[in-house]
């Protein structure tokens, strides 16, 4: 299909929850704080926000009630407009990312941590050591996939950059959980929480425009 011929379609449309979850998340990471007395952001992870017994847990999911089910459906509807579109690689980083958010999604809500930080409960052995483990996995091996069928063609090379600049954010908050002092931890944590919120929303953007507006098969 030539780009002047292409029209937006009501799937197209759907990209824009992608941005709708990350503002959502925004809030919600921004403003459930005012709730935690004593809460640092810059020491203490995300998930401290929404764990059982935290104090901001209902204004947290009040803000981010949008967060979840927009970034579903937006990633869902990527991966239904990709069918028998753009590189077979991308197509399966995609569809692996699609699958990083289902269980982020299910996984983080059966088994929220049970209170702030970690406690060994079985909620938070599953949340840390189940849940989060396949979340890391998942979100390396779709970006990575995307890299390489984004750089082997030139038309999705901003998308390859995306994917890049996310897998970056995500190990620089990995390497930095670990490497710098505990007063930081948030800072470093938030690198690779919001590294995925903001790809969601991008491949949320690219479905908006269409992927350029034509089918790519090869490869």
């Known amino acids: 299909m030539e780009n ?7 799937i ?16 919600a990471v921004l403003f459930s704080p005012l709730d935690y007395p004593g809460y640092n952001w810059m020491s203490q992870a995300v998930s401290d926000l929404s764990a059982v017994n ?16 927009c970034g579903l459906v937006s990633i869902m509807m990527v991966c239904v407009y990709i069918r ?16 990083m958010n289902w269980i982020s999604s299910v996984g983080y809500t059966l088994f929220p941590l049970s209170e702030s930080g970690y406690a060994g409960t079985f909620n938070d052995i599953m949340h840390v050591y189940v ?37 970056t954010f ?13 007063a930081y931890f948030g800072i470093v944590e938030r690198c690779s929480v919001f590294s995925a919120v903001v790809f969601n929303a991008v491949l949320g953007i690219y479905l908006y425009l269409g992927f350029w507006h034509e089918s790519d098969k090869k490869g």
Request: hydrophobic share 50%.
């Open 12 to 27: 197209n449309y759907m990209g824009l929850l992608g941005i709708v979850s990350l503002i959502s998340y925004t809030i």
């Open 84 to 99: 028998g579109k753009i590189n077979k690689t991308i197509r399966h980083g995609i569809y692996a990312f699609a699958l």
């Open 4 to 10: 002047h011929e292409w029209k937006r379609t009501r």
């Open 170 to 182: 995500m190990f620089a908050g990995a390497v930095g959980a670990g490497a710098v002092p505990h």
């Open 54 to 69: 935290s104090p901001s847990l209902q204004k947290w999911q009040k803000l981010s009630a949008l967060y979840g089910v």
């Open 131 to 167: 849940v989060t483990v396949l979340i890391v996995v998942l979100s390396i091996a779709s970006l990575v996939l995307i890299m390489i069928g984004g750089y082997s063609n030139k038309k999705y090379t901003s998308l390859a950059v995306w994917a890049t600049t996310a897998l």
